[in-house]
């Protein structure tokens, strides 16, 4: 199976026909893939194994087959390389008595950064994460939105290569949620390798375009979304044009070699069909260009996770 490598700047992290089973259950079987420098979505159902996954990769726990490998080096097998991990559960098992800078600063001092040095790390994470104002408030007074930042904050504050983010939305509000999934976006620009878990597609569909579908603990796709999209021949891709000359529009189209079919539909689009959407997006614009055929927006109806994830889940 192909890694995803979402910047082509070659592998970071890697799983090599890793499995887990816990007794005769199976929880992750005979998984591999590679992990570039960006951000990548693990999704899958609640149970489909994203959890033990997160797990796998990130060494907390020892896989019962395979290796995970970190630059070519075992993980398990190197605890420096650990330092290199940034890790934000879903569930939390906080110290509710301590506020949320004292919180950071303990787990940055942990991690072997003396007293000066913590103290600039904390502030900048509680920064990033948009905590700053709570830092001297006791956790056990933060809502659950809050609780996910400062699991966060000290996932990111010794600037880890390698970021993993387990469901970190989860019970935050619309703005933080926006702000978070922008954050994440710019550690992936910044070139950290950042995977991020959810059973909420639309979440994952605001930060990447790169993602590994996970079901019944095989891997099912990875890739990119377009490219996963276009390999469902069962389900060719469907655009619509917005053209002030529609009938010249679904004319040219249908004498496409890509194009399957076009129509136009109720609210005066013309919707096409291709099964190579890859091809299709690239080559288009040159060839509405050189026809001159005005185009004022074209988009895919139905290029998004859920649609992938039905058809690939076939739920």
Not at 26 to 34: K, M, Q, R
Not at 67 to 93: M, N, T
Not at 178 to 207: F, N, W, Y
Not at 276 to 298: G, M, N, Q, T, W
């Amino acid at each position: 199976m192909n890694g995803v490598t979402p910047t082509g700047n070659g592998s970071v992290l890697r799983a090599d026909r890793v499995s887990k089973w816990f007794g005769e259950v199976i929880a992750v079987n005979d998984c591999s893939l590679d992990l570039g420098p960006g951000v990548t979505g693990l999704l899958g159902l609640n149970g489909a194994g994203k959890t033990t996954l997160f797990k796998l990769l990130s060494g907390l726990i020892t896989p019962s087959q395979g290796e995970v490998l970190v630059r070519g080096r075992a993980l398990r097998r190197e605890v420096g390389l650990f330092r290199g991990i940034g890790f934000c559960p879903e569930s939390d098992a906080l110290f509710d008595w301590l506020t949320g800078r004292e919180f950071l600063t303990l787990m940055i001092r942990l991690m072997g950064f003396d007293g000066p040095e913590s103290k600039i790390r904390c502030d900048r994470a509680l920064e990033l994460v948009r905590l700053s104002h709570a830092a001297d408030a006791r956790i056990g007074g933060y809502s659950k939105g809050m609780r996910q930042k400062i699991k966060m904050a000290q996932a990111l504050a010794h600037d880890p290569e390698i970021i993993f983010l387990d469901e970190p939305l989860n019970g935050m509000d619309p703005v933080s949620r926006r702000d978070i999934a922008g954050l994440v976006k710019q550690l992936g620009d910044e070139g950290k390798c950042v995977v991020v878990s959810s059973h909420i597609l639309p979440e994952i569909e605001t930060m990447t375009r790169s993602i590994v579908l996970i079901h019944h603990g095989k891997l099912m796709a990875e890739g990119d979304i377009t490219e996963i999209r276009d390999a469902i021949h069962d389900h060719p891709t469907i655009v619509a044009f917005d053209s002030p000359e529609p009938r010249r529009l679904a004319s040219f189209l249908a004498g496409q070699e890509l194009v399957m079919g076009v129509e136009l539909d109720d609210l005066g689009r013309v919707v096409a069909r291709t099964e190579h959407a890859v091809i299709f997006y690239r080559e288009l614009p040159a060839k509405l260009l050189e026809a001159d055929i005005p185009v004022s927006e074209f988009r895919t109806l139905d290029d998004n996770l859920q649609a992938v994830f039905d058809y690939l889940v076939g739920e």
